[in-house]
T-cell receptor, first 111, second 116 residues
Framework: DQQVKQNSPSLSVQEGRISILNCDYT??????FLWYKKYPAEGPTFLIS?????DKNEDGRFTVFLNKSAKHLSLHIVPSQPGDSAVYFC??????????FGQGTELSVKP | DTGVSQNPRHKITKRGQNVTFRCDPI?????LYWYRQTLGQGPEFLTY????????KSRLLSDRFSAERPKGSFSTLEIQRTEQGDSAMYLC??????????????FGPGTRLTVL
């Protein structure tokens, strides 16, 4: 069963606008969530994380929001830049420390 | 510190052959993870080490797969009698803190395996 889901396989946004990537999870025991960015032929690059005791974490243009009651998190990128075009993965960490990834959302930021 | 490195970057092999991949984690990171990623999917957990001890193995890791981390430094992942279904990107990651927060895992560039 897919414990972490990213239901939008792709997203297209205009440069300068906000990109919102969504992620849903099923296991309420997850206590840490991360977003990774991946370019083709490279490994995932860590972007931002959030602990389950928080509902928001911000780092520059990137903000992650966590809604525990809805088991939903989102990544906001403002303003979006063409260099942000990549595949974005959300991941949840279980008690043992391993990551469970969603299927990814391919973001395309158009100039 | 040059980050996590993996070798080789690409491996093409014939079905039935054995292959071995190497991962060098960020120095002083005590945790090392192996994941596998296929097209259109997110990475899937295979196994992880804390220092030299292998603490967890996924059901995805059949008996043809074996991983080691001698002396708690680099790690190797060996696949015996490769099958076409083993074709994937094999990713290694390392981290420095216990689970429960602040445990960002840093990934290497991956090894792309193609089994013909």
């Amino acid at each position: 069963d897919q414990q972490v889901k990213q239901n939008s396989p792709s997203l297209s946004v205009q440069e300068g606008r906000i990109s919102i990537l969504n992620c849903d999870y099923t296991n309420s025991m997850f206590d840490y969530f991360l977003w990774y960015k991946k370019y083709p032929a490279e490994g995932p690059t860590f972007l931002i994380s959030i602990s389950s005791i928080k509902d928001k974490n911000e780092d520059g243009r990137f903000t992650v929001f966590l809604n525990k009651s809805a088991k939903h998190l989102s990544l906001h990128i403002v303003p979006s830049q063409p260099g942000d075009s990549a595949v974005y993965f959300c991941a949840a960490m279980n008690q043992g420390g391993k990551l469970i990834f969603g299927q990814g959302t391919e973001l395309s930021v158009k100039p | 510190d040059t980050g996590v490195s993996q070798n080789p970057r690409h491996k093409i092999t014939k079905r039935g052959q054995n292959v071995t991949f190497r991962c060098d984690p960020i120095s002083e990171h005590n945790r090392l993870y192996w994941y596998r990623q296929t097209l259109g999917q997110g990475p899937e957990f295979l196994t992880y080490f804390q220092n030299e001890a292998q603490l967890e193995k996924s059901r995805l890791l059949s008996d043809r797969f074996s991983a080691e981390r001698p002396k708690g430094s680099f790690s190797t992942l060996e696949i015996q009698r490769t099958e076409q279904g083993d074709s994937a990107m094999y990713l290694c990651a390392s981290s420095s803190r216990p689970a429960g927060g602040g445990n960002e895992q840093f990934f290497g560039p991956g090894t792309r395996l193609t089994v013909l």
